[in-house]
């Protein structure tokens, strides 16, 4: 079993939607959570930590579900540039992180 | 600098040469990481570098790659005798310390074998 898995969509959703996105890890002592953007051809990046109490960031709230060992992002009111490929990570360890294999979405005008 | 920088940007080399890929990390950043990642692909891990040392290079896909940082700074990831399958994105990424926080990433190399 991979240590954290998405699922790879694509989802394609009309512009001013909710979507939502899970990551799920098996290792129960993972500590901290990230979601990561990438656009085609470019690098990742830093999107926004989860924390235990989720937390959000203008149209963005990210949650963690210890429980059922899984991350989720929720992003309201869908814009074109919202279109990218969202990557979770997730830390098990000192030295032990894991990056999803990414969640792509398309928004549609 | 302001942010990670990687160089060259592009790279194509035929079968066989080597090649050195060059990352300058954020100054003070203390962790250094090299991922590469292939077309419609994930993120591979291929080594982590905290200061000058490397507590873990489980990812480095065969002898022929090599990693080393010097000063605590600059790191070069060196592929001998390139092969087909190398083709890919090579990103390094750095953080003021070891598992804490999000990385920056650098643009990437994008090395191609011909």
């Known amino acids: 079993r991979k240590e954290v898995e998405q699922d790879p969509g694509p989802f394609n959703v009309p512009e001013g939607a909710t979507v939502a996105f899970n990551c799920t890890y098996s290792?129960?002592?993972?500590?901290?959570f990230f979601w990561y953007r990438q656009d085609c051809r470019k690098e990742p990046k830093l999107l926004m930590s989860v924390y235990s109490s989720g937390n959000e960031d203008g149209r963005f709230t990210a949650q963690l579900n210890r429980a059922s060992q899984y991350i989720s992002l929720l992003i309201r009111d869908s814009k074109l540039s919202d279109s990218a490929t969202y990557l979770c990570k997730v830390r098990t360890g000192a030295n032990n992180l894991f990056f999803g294999t990414g969640t792509r979405l398309t928004v549609i005008p | 600098g302001a942010g990670v920088s990687q160089s060259p940007s592009n790279k194509v080399t035929e079968k066989g040469k080597d090649v050195e890929l060059r990352c300058d990390p954020i100054?003070?950043?203390?962790?250094l990481y090299w991922y590469r990642q292939s077309l419609g692909q994930g993120l591979e891990f291929l080594i982590y570098?905290?200061?000058?040392?490397?507590?873990?290079k489980s990812g480095l896909p065969s002898d022929r790659f090599s990693a080393e940082r010097t000063g605590g700074s600059v790191s070069t990831l060196t592929i001998q005798r390139t092969q087909q399958e190398d083709s890919a994105v090579y990103l390094c990424a750095s953080n003021p310390r070891s598992g804490l926080g999000g990385y920056t990433f650098g643009s990437g190399t994008r090395l191609t074998v011909v």
């Open positions: 290792n129960s002592a993972s500590q901290s």
């Open positions: 100054s003070g950043h203390t962790a």
């Open positions: 570098f905290q200061g000058n040392s490397a507590p873990d």
